[in-house]
T-cell receptor
């Protein structure tokens, strides 16, 4: 099984729609860290959020929100009222001792927001 | 915040030549830097971890003689693709870890798009 699974290869929405990007992870560690990054067409990776395994509190930052559920090993990311500028590839990543404390990335989800 | 500068952003080279990519941490010291490779529409694959003053640790399947990594100072790591071939064409991206920034401290460079012709 993959360590980080982003089952949605590509999502297209119309501006102002809400969209949720799924992320499912796998690790045997009890302490681990989850990340979301945004990669716009220019290529650089933009850090969005980090969550540690002991903090299941959901977080909201502007139009972005994250739902962390250990019971289902999921760390989903929702964009509310999407905008064209949200169009990018979004990566979920995991850092755990099991994987040598390196960032392990999911395959990414391409989000296209149309006006 | 922490900034990582990666140069060049794009490079085209002839088959058989070598290309050097630089990754600099501008406002922090990075004892550890990571080099990733990304094929079109694919994820980032870690190639190697470089530690200042010591040899890089390569991931399984990555040729260390092909992808030379040097981390001679706390602010600079370089990746040299030696005797490049068209199959080496890819997007290479570095990441530097700012130990003082905690676990948020994985800052990525803007990437280098290498095309070997």
């Amino acid at each position: 099984a993959q360590k980080v699974t982003q089952a949605q290869t590509e999502i297209s929405v119309v501006e102002k729609e809400d969209v949720t990007l799924d992320c499912v992870y796998e690790t045997r560690d009890t302490t681990y860290y989850l990340f979301w990054y945004k990669q716009p067409p220019s290529g650089e990776l933009v850090f969005l959020i980090r969550r540690n395994s002991f903090d299941e509190q959901n977080e909201i930052s502007g139009r972005y929100s994250w739902n962390f559920q250990k019971s289902t090993s999921s760390f989903n990311f929702t964009i509310t009222a999407s905008q064209v500028v949200d169009s990018a590839v979004y990566f979920c990543a995991l850092r755990s001792t099991e994987y040598g404390n390196k960032l392990v990335f999911g395959a990414g989800t391409i989000l296209r927001v149309k006006s | 915040g922490a900034v990582v500068s990666q140069h060049p952003s794009r490079v085209i080279c002839k088959s058989g030549t070598s290309v050097k990519i630089e990754c600099r941490s501008l406002d922090f010291q990075a004892t550890t830097m990571f080099w990733y490779r990304q094929f079109p529409k694919q994820s980032l694959m870690l190639m190697a971890t470089s530690n200042e003053g010591s040899k890089a640790t390569y991931e399984q399947g990555v040729e260390k003689d092909k992808f030379l990594i040097n981390h001679a100072s706390l602010t600079l790591s370089t990746l040299t693709v030696t005797s490049a071939h068209p199959e080496d064409s890819s997007f290479y991206i570095c990441s530097a870890r700012d130990v003082h920034a905690g676990l948020n401290g994985y800052t990525f460079g803007s990437g280098t798009r290498l095309t070997v012709v």
